[in-house]
């Protein structure tokens, strides 16, 4: 039973760790983009042509979860929507920024 609450509480660590260094990954790049370009990154990226849209692909799936959150935050104060969709949106943006941050935790474990 201890190495069953062990397993569990070490799971519950990674996947913690995960969903904030996936949540500030994806903060961070935005900003950087925002300060690089001089306008929010949003999802119309995905309408690029040529090579800006092999560059911005890879922005976009680690950005989405900051820019979900973001959205569905501005859509509650702007459009007066209920509660219920922006908490789905929260939802998915919490479970997509896991499955990022286990993307860096990954990466940096195995370059380092």
């Given amino acids: 039973m201890a190495s069953i609450q062990l397993m569990w509480r070490d799971m519950t660590n990674f996947t ?31 309408f690029a042509r040529g090579v800006a849209l092999i560059v911005c692909l890879p922005l976009l799936v680690f950005c989405a979860p900051y820019i979900l959150a973001r959205n569905a935050y501005r859509a509650v104060g702007i459009y007066g929507l209920g509660y219920s969709s922006p908490l789905a949106v929260f939802v998915a943006a919490i479970i997509w920024s896991i ?14």
Avoid: D, H
């Fill in 16 to 46: 913690l760790q995960a969903l904030v260094l996936g949540f500030s990954f994806a903060g961070l790049i935005c900003n950087c983009f925002e300060f690089l370009t001089g306008r929010p990154a949003n999802f119309g990226l995905m």
């Fill in 99 to 112: 499955m990022c941050g286990r993307v860096v935790l990954f990466v940096l474990t195995t370059s380092a």
